[in-house]
């Protein structure tokens, strides 16, 4: 055999190699395209479900390890052990900084503790990653709110509404800040 024939053979290995490694990504973003359009197509009742199981499309790191401080992240949170929460959307964000997810939890962490800025800064970590994590759009209006700026809060509720247009919760938010931001009709 040739030594042009053992390095093509090389750099076909290779190719293959790399299609077949792509493969997951590639399916993991076509998964999300689909959830993102049938969300937007969802039925009012049917809505809620479909965004779980988006939310779950997005909760996969890839990493076991990852994996693992994500979910002892949400259990701090769902017990309101903020801190601990905040250990371990941390370590996890300082692990894996291109995960979104763990900004997302990290965000709800500090949020939950009234730490408005690291909160902040963790959302705009978040929504940078994935654009269209309305659940990090639905924290920024909760911030905003919560810090006095209506304004700033009925746009990021609008932002959400695009991505998941039946979210009662936000739609009710941009129901009762619609007076204060756009005026009332006389």
Known sequence: MSTQSVKLNGIVAAAIGLVMNSLPAHAQESAEAQLLREL???????????????????????SAAMDLLLKRGRDALEVQKFDVAIEHFTALTDHAPDFAEGWQGL??????KDMYGPALDALEHTLALNPNHFGAMRGLGALFERVGKPDLAYKAYQKVLEVHPHDADVTEAVKRLAPQVTGTAL
């Open 40 to 62: 937007k197509e969802a039925a009012p009742t049917q809505a809620e479900r479909v965004a779980n199981r988006l939310i779950i499309e997005w909760s996969k790191s890839g």
């Open 107 to 112: 965000a709800l962490a500090y949020f939950s």
